[in-house]
């Protein structure tokens, strides 16, 4: 896949904001922090497309990106810790479903994992979740660069165990090398290829 432009469209909170249904849409998810911007700008070839930041929590949003004028890219708001009101939190998860489960343009999920974090109870229902909803996934280990490849693959497979999913179907991902990325376009490419 060539991406040759990529930009902004809207931010949106509810249904009412989201951006006309007319593109196949895949969509990111994943814990706060675990890299979903700087993997988004590193699929796009772009350096600040998608504002990244440390603090997690940062993204309260459902941000869409058109990608080639014929796809979007949906960046949606991090689950788990973030230093906000337990309120906020709790609208975030009601954001995040409301969209998964009505957006008819979705095509698919990239949920991504921190490789250096055993996934936990958040991570094995989301996916129970994706599967009863027959909601096509593929799963992202990111910060791959973290480990020596040796230490990377026992996390790999620990990864695969936790989740019940063979290792195969986990992509090691690092934004700053770059590895995993044409594996995980070509994994998207028939989901907006339709």
Same mark, same amino acid.
């Given at each position: 896949?060539?991406?040759?432009?990529?930009?902004?469209?809207?931010?949106?909170?509810?249904?009412?904001?989201?951006?006309?249904?007319?593109?196949?849409?895949?969509?990111?998810?994943?814990?706060?922090?675990?890299?979903?911007? =700087?993997?988004?700008? %590193? !699929?796009?070839?772009?350096?600040? @497309?998608?504002?990244?930041?440390? &603090? +997690? *929590?940062?993204?309260?949003?459902?941000?869409?990106?058109n990608i080639n004028g014929t796809f979007t890219f949906v960046d949606l708001p991090g689950y788990g810790y973030a230093k906000v009101p337990k309120s906020v939190v709790k609208?975030?998860?009601?954001?995040?479903?409301?969209?998964? =489960?009505?957006?008819? %343009? !979705?095509?698919?999920?990239?949920? @991504?994992?921190?490789?250096?974090? &055993? +996934? *936990?109870?958040?991570?094995?229902?989301?996916?129970?979740?994706?599967?009863?909803?027959?909601?096509?996934?593929?799963?992202?280990?990111?910060?791959?660069?973290?480990?020596?490849?040796?230490?990377?693959?026992?996390?790999?497979?620990?990864?695969?165990?936790?989740?019940?999913?063979?290792?195969?179907?986990?992509?090691?991902?690092?934004?700053?090398?770059?590895?995993?990325?044409?594996?995980?376009?070509?994994?998207?490419?028939?989901?907006?290829?339709?």
């Open positions: 896949m060539i991406i040759r432009s990529a930009e902004f469209v809207k931010s949106a909170v509810k249904p009412s904001q989201y951006p006309e249904a007319a593109l196949p849409e895949v969509a990111f998810v994943g814990r706060s922090n675990v890299g979903k911007s =700087s993997l988004i700008n %590193t !699929l796009l070839n772009r350096k600040r @497309l998608v504002k990244t930041s440390s &603090t +997690p *929590g940062r993204t309260q949003l459902i941000n869409f990106f609208t975030w998860g009601d954001m995040i479903e409301t969209y998964l =489960s009505t957006r008819q %343009t !979705l095509k698919g999920v990239v949920m @991504l994992m921190d490789i250096r974090r &055993t +996934p *936990g109870q958040d991570e094995t229902d989301l996916i129970g979740w994706f599967q009863h909803y027959h909601i096509p996934t593929c799963y992202v280990l990111t910060k791959a660069d973290k480990f020596s490849n040796q230490k990377r693959k026992v996390h790999h497979e620990h990864c695969g165990e936790t989740l019940g999913l063979p290792p195969s179907e986990l992509i090691c991902f690092s934004a700053k090398t770059r590895l995993g990325r044409e594996r995980l376009l070509d994994h998207i490419t028939p989901w907006i290829s339709e």
